[in-house]
């Protein structure tokens, strides 16, 4: 039972800072974190998804630029809903790969000597330190729950909300 809170928990606080720093702080700057609140955030996605803040960013102000029309880089009426669904993280790496465009709408995002050292060119340390880190705290759960944590924001996110939420209007 413990295992499962944990992961409810962890969970929760990743959808929390998706939805909260990534969303409504950094791409459309409507809310301002205290630095420690904001970096605990970073360092938290960094774990738990290995996203790129700047890149994160990007990739929704374009979504918000050409929302549901060619261009959109995840867009289930560009792509068809299937692929959304089932690959919205891969189209949201694809997009990333865009360093002209990640510049262009990234603009005004965390460029500390973390974000530069760490974060941006280690982003998949942090979901190997996760899954250590997991595994010590809760043993052999340790690596199921490490899968679900990384499941569940391209389940969450580009599947269910991006993907069905845009395909149903």
């Given at each position: 039972m413990t295992e499962?809170?944990?992961t409810l928990v962890m969970t929760h606080i990743t959808i929390v800072c998706v939805t909260l720093y990534l969303h409504r702080g950094q791409a459309h700057r409507g809310i301002e974190f205290h630095p420690i609140l904001e970096h605990f955030m970073r360092a938290w996605l960094w774990l738990t998804t290995g996203m790129i803040t700047?890149?994160?960013v990007a990739i929704h102000?374009?979504?918000?630029?050409f929302s549901d029309a060619e261009g959109d880089p995840h867009s289930p009426h560009v792509y068809g809903i299937k692929r959304?669904?089932?690959?919205g993280a891969g189209l949201y790496h694809e997009a990333s790969k865009d360093t002209v465009m990640v510049d262009t709408y990234g603009r005004g995002t965390p460029a500390d000597w973390m974000e530069l050292?760490?974060?941006q060119p280690h982003s998949r340390l942090g979901i190997g330190l996760l899954f250590v880190?997991?595994?010590l705290v809760f043993g052999w759960w340790g690596p199921v729950i490490w899968g679900i944590q990384m499941i569940w924001i391209p389940f969450w996110a580009a599947g269910v909300i991006n993907g069905l939420a845009h395909w149903w209007g």
């Open positions: 499962l809170i944990a700047k890149q994160w102000r374009k979504h918000h630029r959304v669904f089932f690959k050292h760490v974060y880190l997991n595994t």
